[in-house]
Structures are given as structure tokens and as C-alpha cells.
């Protein structure tokens, strides 16, 4: 089954390379570093050579044809940092690629089991040198801050020395394409190189970004197995060390360690750049590998996914989570982008995904990290509550719809600030954490306070209308129809973050008011706020069409002509790239769940009979033009038993990024389907919802699978869910005692107990 | 009555110099020169040194923060051309300038009846000498290219020799600020020095735009009257004249003949510059003054309007109707710019500004004018149809939002591309002029055509729901709601564009069947689609609402809150300035007359009680934020009766950029305004409507008037209007035979006659 771990592709074809070094990419959550080539391709190749570091922006200028009030200045974009991947093997002048003399082998994979990747050549150079070489790469889980290459060289027919030259290069610039409006815009140059300074022992290269003046060391050392004689090669903008191993060495093993430290978290990035270099560098890369695989050991526990049988299903579920580990940022100034740390698209931006997408599976397979994103949004609380008086609301908090450290960088605010969902998306996610953890402490320390300041929101943009609560020019999750009245999404969303701000409020009255006392004098939050609430909560309008017996999308939606899809070529789609806005707007088509994804997240705001035909209805009109799509729909799919449905859509999400299918995986993995593919099967096949004290389960299994098995945390409980032809099995452990809803009948597990349903 | 044809202004405060730069303008629809001091101002002074050519303009990229599909890429910008304004007198070393010395006297003000403007000094300079200078300006009617300038220096306590320098200058870049979406921004150097020529006789400078290389040249003579030597100074960018003028001379009078040949008009911009220069500086100055007066002699005859006793007033009234005679393009290349050729706001655009504000002034007193301007539309058709493509129209013609030569240039489509209302209103223009000329010929050569591809885009853009035609996602005149659904404006006037259309080919296929099937060729035009505008405009839905009897802004605009105007501070007006475009879409607020507007154009699509409680509703949400509401609001309380208030509203249109009442007439003047002071007077008091086969009208005076008096063209009969206090006369001395409605009553109108009403 080792198969199953491994993600291998050895195409050479040069939109393939470009692709995988998205796939590739090695990143910790701190540090991401695509899968380029250490000596490069041929020139002409496309590539995004790229490392980054989460959270480590700069401030660009946003430009405006026509600019209004409030829009944003300037915007936070990741930077393409110091590169420290280059290595070049050089043998009596003819230096090692892959594109010149011959290939006798080529493999080229990720372990997801160890953490690493690894390209494994044997090589006949145009000269006749034969060789093998395995790099072997891996960004530490334990060492955030190391980012290590390793070099295995096997001489097979010469004896004469090896010169590995390995730099770090400070030349770097963003990628940039200004007809995508999924990929960043100008603003290239940004990394001005500071001081250089080398040794044979160390080469550190610091740099600083031209705006703000953040700062960026690399530290680099090495270990080499064999002995050689070392020089240093300096630029303005780079430096090389060159290690001339001597004669006769049959193997040769050769380590760069690669530190980086910037200034958002280090008070001295060069001091402590270096401290970190030699305490990492203490530990062979061996041992890296084994920490490395120790931390995956842990994560795999509890977070793996069997589904038996499909080979490369199973790659992609397990790729799929791989990513997100990878990609989650680990301190709480960083969150997750939508293209993890694997390329620049959307400009190394945090969103809704995370609440609403990727929380979740780490709600309940990594509380601990969960915490930490939950964390990052209370971080930048204040600059939500700027934005709201920016807005000309005169209390609570708006969230940007993206950001880096919390300013808002949408500079097209129908498809961004006015999607104030984000705010109920944020309150919702900490909602499920109290609700799957029970951990009132956060909630008391953090929680509380966003979940009052978002609720606020919802009264500054809302209005009591003929006794029915109205919120008026909001962008739901559906970004093919913008800027309209009572998006259903939003209101239902917006209603579950007034109940729980009262209900919130009401527990602490009880409980802890001593604490309430100090929040509400902190931001002057009043009884009557909380009553104002309560009634929103309760006359919140839910628009809904007698005629069709479904959710209305908005008020205007139904009375729109639906889109030609029938003479809508293939080509033409997604649409956002072929037709204007505007074009889109006219039309009732979607690029993406809404209602159905507000029916997913909270199903008893609506019933059964009303679920099923906004389905049936709204699937007829979704494109699925964005990766956010495909995941709803196959849980919800489960959910009404359209079982076949719910598998084709579930392989949509499994494999999006392995196979390309959106053809833009080379700007980036798509962070927020990956965490759909784990609620397609957990959210999806098994059913499972964290209700107010109690989890529910309603456990399905595809045709053409044997198994499903997947677990998670509940309360501090390992439970394990496993889903076979004839029965499911529940079982725990630990020493719990949980409620349970299994197809709508109650159950309690207890300690080291199962239930098997048949 | 002389000072009624005056505009005086000797104010020197800063604020007022630049704010008088536009007032000041000399212009004639092909150049337009704000009123800069020759001199200079005290290099701390503000100012907008400019000079425009009509419709000469400068592709410029359009930067967005995320571009979407097929947002225009470039935008056309007037360029500020080569400036000629250049003069300075020398004394012995001291170079005159008001700012320095004393000034005796000093008197600045502009001829509305000679077409010049005047600046008169009587100086004493730091050392002494004494003198009178007079200044005149004109830019001629007659010849277009042709930009003179006039001194009269009087020497009166002194005997020295008087130098002149007059210098063109190429140096000369465009106006920005970023942060006020009405001025422009970014790109402000655009303009190259490609060659200087000089001899003693001919100063000539050619520029080039740096990207589309569209080309300028200014030639000037110059002629004095006493003897003097001439040396020539030349640099990189500018080139000057110097003229030593002999001793003893008391009384010296200096001509400077400028001309502007751009290569938009010109083949050879300096052989034509050259040739008219010969021709034109053959004539004095004084005989080019007679030249004007007899020009506005002419104009004046038919458009002049008497208000009577008040001063200020009627000076604002003629100052208005004579800006717009300087502003309107007199090729059809060329139209009438949002701020004239005064100033740079809104870039040099058109927008429906010259169709629903301007064309009736013109299509009543200057129909020539009126045709050219219509046919300006014509020559831009082919773009329209373009823009439909991009937008991916099948059919039809999408004119752009605001452009110079044909090319979208809102780079803001709520507030741009989505106001399809233009196409209406430009079909609107069309058959406005047709009913007022019956000029059967213009509609067969250019009017069809457009009426017929304007009409399409609505079968475009709209489509039946349960029976009623319905047109989603537009945004109508009041930019302060934007992207909605059924917006009353665009509606009715969309059912005037194809109910016309329809007639239109009815009328062709009976007495013009050979021009109709030829056009119908060329533009693949059916009897289907004829069927179907006949059944869009039968079953056009526009929006009422039954509790208010009212029509509804668009669907959703009554649920909507309504601002809160008691707790918004002056200082927060206009919203725009002050408020995020989310904000203000929020609630029910207007930034300008949207229903109120349509009830005034199409007044027979909706009962007077309708209009009435409308007007009733709206006036109360509307900011008058746009310079295009007062004069709408005016007209309409004339109609309701509320004569007060069509007062109020018509005095806040009178004055507008005489006494700078919205703040920044020092970026241009307003011109839509002024078309709609002389609508408030002629639509409003006189309550004259222009429908097919008669002419209505309805007279009021206000209190505080004694009389109003004014004329206008119908079918090519002069027909003068003469309200008193207690009559009103019509009467025409042409040879003719009118229907007329007064007050609900026919008449007819015959040969010399005059109906006396009591």
C-alpha cells in the first residue's frame, strides 16, 4: 500500500513542469518553496521559481481607473523571497541537467508518509560520465524555520571530482499576469538586497522589501560527507559557496541547510537566523528525516482517510490533507492562502475559505492548529472594527474579504468587501470549534468578543422592513450575481451569528459574568444591543418562492432569464473569463454553491422538502467555475441520497490539483477544495454535523467502494467512523461519553465501546 | 442693459484665480483656452494652465486592481495642448505683473455680445512707470484654428522703449488628482515637442502624443503697430518672440495670432497651420472682433432669453447659453464635454450629458449645431456595435458610458458600461430633433440606423417574465443606486427607443420602401425583429408601486432604508466624496432626478397624479449631489405647480460656476447644467413639450419676474414666447401654420400671427 503515500510524476513536458511545481511544492505552513529544479530548466521554459514565507507581505498601491470613497490604497501581496534552492553539480565542466546527455532513469515523487520529495536521476552526461543522483528535499515540520536539500551522488564509471556549487540568490521578482484576475498584478520587484556576508562555514543573505521595509535573512550551511576544498563567489545579489570534493569518493552526500528568519517574527533575523542554522545543522539530515516523520506519524493518526480500493482516489484524499498541513500557517499571525504556500495566486491572500472550507477538518483532526487560525482572526480584530468605520458603520467589526495582516486588498468590491458574509463565515467557524472542542476558555478569551463585533455588522447594514429584518447590497458566495438585497446565504448566516451573540451573551450572564462585565465595558456592548439582536435574529427574512418551493438566492434572483447554457460552448467556461460582469449579472447562473451551501451549513434553517428543490433547482444553473463548488454539492448530494451525484462530485474535488483540471494549478493549489474533499467524504458520505450537544451521523458508502474509515476528535474523544458495505462501525477508546444521532435515531458511546449499526 | 451681457470678476484671491480660469475660458467648440494671466500668476498660485483641442485626445492605459473580462484597456483623454498664452511686457527691466507695484485699476470680464474676454490695468510698476494695458481675447467663430490675443499699452509717464515677449510654449502636461473620481488621474505628460520653427514672421511648434502619435501644431504670427526689432530665443520645448519696440511710441497695439492645426482635421498640420496663419493675420484684430459680434449677433437672435429685472440672473442665463455655444463641437468629430473646453474634469468625455441636457437648447435654437452633434453619434456607430460584441451582445449597438472618439472609457462599470439608458437617450435625441425639424432626410441618412441598433440592444439585454418585458442589471441616471433590476428610467425610455423604432420602419416601409430594404440589408435587419421591439414595447414592465402610487425606482429600491439625512453633516455632501459606493447603494438616496427625470421626458407614460406623488417621494431623497438634478426638479415643479420651488431649484442652476456653488468649477464648467438652465425656462416655466404634430405649452412667471421672452425654431419657424404678468403672447412673423396646445387648448398658429393669452 506504500503506493498509496506517494505522489510520483516524471513528465518533462514543459507545461507539466510548470504544474508540478505547484504539486510539489515542499512548505511547513511558515516556509513553502515550489518544486522548481535546483539547477534549472532550459531557458525558454516557463517557470515560477518561487519560495514564500506566510504572511510576509508587502504593501503594493492598488491603481483605479475611477476611485471612490473608502477603497483601499494599497494592498498586502506575498513576496517571492530568497531563493536558496540552487545547486549545480559540475563534473570536469559538463554540469549535471536533466534536458542534456542521457536519461537512464528519472523518478520523481512525494512521500506524504516520511514529509519529503525526492527526485531520483541516473544519468549518462553528453561526455559519458555516468551517475546517480537522489535530492531530497523537505521544509521541517519540528524546524519551521529550515527549508533542507539533500544530495546523494553515486559516481558509477569516473573517479574524478565533483564541484557542487550552491548559492542563494537574492534577484528575485513576483510573477505577474494582469489578464487573470486570479493572479496578481504588477508590482514584480519588490526584494531589495541588503548586505551579503559569507564565510566557508555560512552564507547569509538579507533583504528587505522596498515599501515597508520588512526584512528577510537566509542562513545557509552545509555538511558534505567527503572532503573538498570550499570558495565563496559573491554578487550584488547573490552568493555562491563551491565545494570541490577531491578525487575517488564513490558517494558522495552532500546536506544544505537553509534557514529563514524575517522580521515580523524574529527581533533579529540575522542573530537568530544564524543561532538556528547551527542548531539544525547539528542534526544529519537523517534526522531530519526521522522528526520529520515522527510529526507525520502523529498528524496521520488522527487525520487519515481509507476508502479502500481506488488507488489513486486514495492518493488524492491523502494528498489533499497533505496539502493543508502543509499549507497551515502555525503561529497566529498567519492563517492559510488560497494556494498554501505553493505559488502566487490571489497574492498569498487569506479568505472565507479557511472558515468555511479548511477549519473544519482541523477543528476536528487538529484542534490545536484550529485554534490558531480561529486565533489569527481575533489578531486582527481592530483592523476589522477600522474598516467597519471606513465603511460608515458606526460599530462592530468588518472583516476584509482578503488580507495578509487585515487590511482590506479587494480593490473590486462587488465580488469583495460586499461580501460581508465573511463575518458570519468567521463567527459560524468559532461557533462549530466551541461546539466540537467544548473549549469555553477560548471562547471567553477570544471568541465571544468577534462574535459580538461581527453580529453588530449585521445591525449597521441591516433595517427592520414591514417587521421583517432586511439586509440590502451584499455579495453572497455566488460572485456571478453581485451587490443585491437579502442574499439568503448571508441572512441565514447572519441570523445564526445574532442567535449566538445573544445566546453567547446569556451564558456568560450566567456563568461568567464577571467576565461578560468586562467585555461589554471594553466595547461598550449593552443589554439593549443583545436585544436588538435577538430580534433581528428572530425577523430575519429568509426569502423563499411559494411558486418553485425553494430558497430565493435574493430578491431579485427568480425574476432574472436563466442563463443559455445551451449555447454556451465548453471554451467559453469559467465565464468570469470570457463574459462581463455585467453580462453574468443579468443572468440567474452561478459560479459556485450558495444557497446550497447555506442549506449544508445550517440544514435546520430550512426543510427537507425546501433542500431538495433549491438543489435540484440551483444545480441546474451552477457552472462550478470555482473550486468552491463541487465539494458542497457532494454533500449535500449524500444528504438527499443522490449517492451517484455525490461520488461524481466528490472525484471533481479529490483529484483537482493531481490532474489540473482547472488548468491553473501552476499558479497555486486550491487550498479550499482540498479541505472540501475531506467534508465531501466526512461532512458528505458519513453525514456527520456537530449540533448543539450532540453529533449526528447519517453514513453512506459508494457503490464502488469497500470501506470508508476516517477520525476525529470530539470533546478530547477519539472517535473512529468506519463505513463498510454491510455496516458501520462507531468506536472510541477514550473515556467519553458522547450523543450521537445516527440516521435520526439517538445513541450513546461510551468508553472503549462501538456501536455497529447494520 | 449693457452690463447684462457682462461677466466681471477682478477678485484676486487664489481660490478665485483658479476658479476664474474656467469662468474666463475663450473657447469656440474646436479650441477652448482657460483664462490664465499671459504673465503668470506668483509661482506659489494654483493654477490649470491649459489649452484643449476638442475631441484631440490620448489613449491612455486604464489600470485596474482586478480586471475582469473586457474592461476597456485604454481610455481616450483630452490632451492639454501646446500653450500660447505667453506674454510678457518689459520696461526697462521690470516685467509687468499685477502682483507687483501698484495697480490703479483693474478690470477683468468677458462680452457675451462681442465674444471677447478683457483684462483692463492701470499700473504703476515698484520703479515707477506708469501705463494702461488693455488685454482682449477671442477665440474666433469664424476661424476656428484661430486663438488672438490683443495688448493696448499706454505709456503715461514715461518714454522708454517697451518690450514684448510672446512665447508658445510645449512644455505642458495634464491635470490630476487621485482621490476626486470626477478630475482625472495619473498620466498627465503626454504631449512631446517634436520640432520648433521660427523666423521673424512665424513662430511654429509641433507636439506629438507619446502613444498614438496624434500630432499638433500651433503657428503664430504676430503684427504690431509701431516699429520694433524682433530676436528669436529658442529651447527644447518652447520658442519666443521678442519684441523691442522703439521709443517715444505713446500707444502700442500687439497682436498675437495663434493657430491650432491638429492632425485629426488636418492632413498637413503645418502647411495648414501656415496657410491659415497667412489668412488669418491679414485681418486686424478689430475686424475679427466684428467678425464675433456678428457671429453672436446671429446667435443671440434666436436664443437670447429675457428674464427681466434681475441683474445677476439674466447674466447667469445668457452666461450659460453662451458657454455652451463656446463648448459645442462644430464637427462631427467633435461633441460637447462634460466640463466644456474650460477644464479637464471628467477628461474630456462625452457623456448622455449632450443628448437629455444639451441637445434641446441646440435642437431649438441652432439646429445646424443640433445636427452635427447628432451626427457625431453616427460616426461612432460602428464602435457602439463593437462594444456590443465585447459585451457580448449578438445584435445591436452598446454606446459607450462616457468616451472622445468611440471607445469605452468608464473604467467603473456600476457607474459606466451599466447605464444602458445612453443608447435610449441618444435614440431619444434623435427623434426629439426629428419632431422639432421634421427633418425627414437627416433620419433616412443617419437616424434610422441608430434608432434601429439602439433599439436591439434592449431585445439584447431584456426578456419576457410572465408576459411583462423586463431588463435586469442596469444602472439608471442616479448613479447613487447602482446594477439593479428593472430601472423605471431605463425602462420607459426603452419602450420609447423601440416603439420608435417600430414606427420609424412603418413609416420608411410606406413612403420609403428602397431606403428601408437597403438599410435592412446593411444591417441584416428583419420584420421579426421589428414584431418583437413591438411586443418588448407593448409589454414593457415599469415599476409602481400601489401603497405609494408611485413608480418604483427600480424592484428593489422601496425596501430599502432610507438615508439618514437628519444625522448627515453638511460637510458629508456630496455623499460620494465621503461614503463607500456600498453605503450609499444601501439606502434609498439619490445623487440625482432618476423618475423625475423620465416623468419630465416621457411625460405621457404615466397619469399626473403618479408624477405628482413621485416627485412628492423623491424629491425628498435626492441630494441634488449631480449638477444634472436642479434643473429637472426645477422643470417639474413648474409642471406640478409647486412655482417656489421651480424657482429655488432654477436659481441653484443659474449660477452654478458664477458663483462656484458645487466647489470645483475651477476643474471646468458644467455644462450639462447650463443646458439645463435653459430647459427650466423654456421646458419649465414655459412648460413647452415638443410631440408629434403640435407643440405644447403651459406658461408661468414666476412672482419676483416681470416678463420672459424667448424664440426658438419649429419646422423652420421662428416662434417667440412672451410671458407677462398678465398675458402671454405667441407669435412668429414666418410664413407657417403650428398646432399648438396651451394649457390643454389647440390653436393654430398661422403666417405673422400672434396669439394674445389672458
Redesign the interface.
Known amino acids: 500500500m506504500k503506493n498509496q503515500w506517494i505522489i510520483s510524476d516524471n513528465n518533462l513536458e514543459i507545461k507539466e513542469l510548470i504544474k508540478n511545481e505547484s504539486i510539489f511544492n515542499v512548505s511547513n505552513g511558515y516556509i513553502g518553496i515550489r518544486g522548481n529544479f535546483e539547477e534549472g530548466y532550459p531557458k525558454s521554459y516557463p517557470t515560477i521559481r518561487g519560495t514564500y514565507i506566510n504572511a510576509f507581505y508587502e504593501d503594493v498601491p492598488?491603481?483605479?481607473?475611477?476611485?471612490?470613497?473608502?477603497?483601499p490604497e494599497t494592498?498586502q501581496k506575498i513576496v517571492n523571497v530568497t531563493d536558496s534552492q540552487d545547486i549545480n553539480i559540475i563534473i570536469n565542466g559538463e554540469q549535471f541537467s536533466i534536458f542534456e546527455g542521457t536519461v537512464k532513469s528519472f523518478d520523481r515523487y512525494l512521500d506524504m508518509e516520511t514529509g519529503c520529495y525526492v527526485r531520483e536521476i541516473w544519468w549518462l552526461s553528453p561526455l559519458g560520465k555516468e551517475l546517480k543522483i537522489k535530492i531530497t528535499r523537505l521544509a521541517s515540520f519540528k524546524y519551521l524555520e529550515l527549508f533542507a536539500i539533500n544530495y546523494e551522488i553515486e559516481k558509477i564509471n569516473f573517479d574524478e571530482e565533483v564541484i557542487i556549487e550552491s548559492a542563494i540568490n537574492g534577484d528575485v521578482s513576483n510573477y505577474s499576469d494582469?489578464?487573470d484576475?486570479r493572479v496578481a498584478?504588477?508590482n514584480s520587484n519588490i526584494l531589495i538586497v541588503n548586505s551579503i556576508t559569507a564565510d566557508e562555514n555560512t552564507l547569509q543573505l538579507v533583504s528587505e522589501t522596498q515599501n515597508s521595509k520588512k526584512r528577510i535573512a537566509v542562513t545557509t550551511k552545509h555538511s558534505c560527507n567527503v572532503s573538498y576544498k570550499v570558495s565563496i563567489k559573491k554578487d550584488e545579489k547573490s552568493v555562491k559557496a563551491i565545494f570541490n570534493t577531491k578525487k575517488g569518493n564513490k558517494n558522495i552526500c552532500f546536506t544544505k541547510y537553509n534557514i529563514y528568519t524575517d522580521s515580523r517574527r524574529y527581533p533579529n533575523i540575522e542573530k537568530d537566523g544564524m543561532r538556528i542554522a547551527e542548531k539544525v545543522s547539528c542534526h544529519s539530515f537523517i534526522e531530519h528525516l526521522k522528526t520529520q516523520e515522527d510529526y507525520l506519524k502523529e498528524f496521520w493518526s488522527l487525520a487519515d482517510i481509507t476508502i479502500g480500493s481506488d488507488k489513486k482516489l486514495q492518493q488524492g484524499v491523502r494528498y489533499n490533507l497533505y496539502e493543508l498541513l502543509q499549507a497551515v500557517g502555525k503561529d497566529s499571525i498567519s492563517n492559510i492562502t488560497a494556494k498554501g504556500l505553493s505559488g502566487e495566486g490571489y497574492e498569498g491572500h487569506y479568505f472565507w475559505d479557511t472558515e468555511i472550507y479548511i477549519l473544519p477538518f482541523f477543528t476536528l483532526c487538529n484542534p490545536a492548529l484550529a485554534k490558531g487560525l480561529l486565533k489569527y482572526r481575533y489578531t486582527i480584530l481592530d483592523s476589522a472594527r477600522q474598516r467597519a468605520r471606513?465603511?460608515?458603520h458606526k460599530k462592530g467589526a468588518a472583516y476584509p474579504w482578503r488580507t495578509i495582516a487585515g487590511g482590506e486588498c479587494?480593490?473590486?468590491?462587488?465580488?469583495?468587501?460586499?461580501q460581508y458574509h465573511i463575518n458570519a463565515d468567521i463567527a459560524y467557524s468559532y461557533v462549530q470549534y466551541y461546539l466540537a472542542t467544548g473549549d469555553m476558555e477560548f471562547i471567553k478569551d477570544f471568541g465571544a468578543e468577534v462574535i459580538f463585533e461581527t453580529a453588530r455588522i449585521w445591525i449597521e447594514?441591516g433595517?427592520f422592513?414591514k417587521g421583517l429584518f432586511?439586509i440590502?447590497?451584499v455579495t453572497g458566495p455566488d460572485e456571478y450575481t453581485?451587490?443585491v438585497?437579502n442574499n439568503f446565504y448571508t441572512n441565514v448566516m447572519a441570523k445564526y451569528n445574532l442567535k449566538w451573540a445573544s445566546k453567547l451573551y446569556n451564558e456568560l450572564l450566567e456563568k461568567e459574568p464577571e467576565i461578560l462585565n468586562k467585555l461589554c465595558r471594553k466595547i461598550n456592548l449593552t443589554k439593549e444591543e443583545i436585544n436588538t439582536f435577538e430580534k433581528a435574529n428572530k425577523s430575519m427574512y429568509l426569502p423563499y418562492d411559494k411558486d418553485l418551493k425553494i430558497n430565493a438566492q435574493d430578491?431579485?434572483f427568480l425574476?432574472?432569464?436563466i442563463w443559455d447554457f445551451e449555447n454556451t460552448p465548453k471554451e467559453n467556461y469559467p465565464l468570469?473569463?470570457?463574459?462581463?460582469?455585467?453580462?453574468i449579472?443579468?443572468y440567474q447562473v452561478l459560479k459556485q454553491a450558495d444557497i446550497v451551501l447555506a442549506h449544508f451549513l445550517l440544514e435546520d434553517e430550512a426543510n427537507i422538502e425546501t433542500i431538495k428543490n433549491s438543489y435540484d433547482y440551483y444545480e441546474k444553473i451552477t457552472t462550478h467555475d470555482s473550486s468552491l463548488s463541487c465539494a458542497v454539492y457532494s454533500i449535500m448530494a449524500s444528504k438527499l441520497g443522490y449517492l451517484d451525484k455525490a461520488y461524481e462530485y466528490f472525484m471533481d474535488t479529490a483529484r483537482l490539483d493531481l490532474d489540473n483540471t482547472h488548468g491553473n494549478t501552476k499558479d497555486g493549489i486550491h487550498t479550499a477544495n482540498m479541505g472540501g474533499t475531506w467534508m465531501s467524504i466526512v461532512y458528505g458520505f458519513a453525514g456527520l454535523r456537530i449540533k448543539e450537544g450532540h453529533i449526528s451521523l447519517s453514513p453512506k458508502l459508494p457503490n464502488i467502494w469497500n470501506e470508508i474509515k476516517f477520525s476525529f476528535l470530539y470533546k478530547g474523544c477519539k472517535i473512529v467512523i468506519w463505513i463498510l458495505k454491510d455496516k458501520t462501525e462507531i468506536s472510541t477508546k477514550d473515556n467519553c461519553h458522547v450523543n450521537l444521532k445516527i440516521n435520526g435515531e439517538s445513541y450513546l458511546l461510551t468508553n472503549n465501546e462501538k456501536i455497529v449499526l447494520q
Do not use: C, Q, W
Open positions: 492598488i491603481n483605479y481607473g475611477e476611485k471612490a470613497y473608502a477603497f494592498m494582469s489578464n484576475p498584478s504588477g471606513e465603511m460608515g479587494s480593490s473590486f468590491f462587488p465580488a469583495g468587501t460586499a447594514i433595517h422592513h432586511k440590502d447590497a453581485a451587490v438585497n430578491d431579485s425574476n432574472k432569464a468570469l473569463l470570457n463574459y462581463h460582469p455585467l453580462t449579472y443579468r
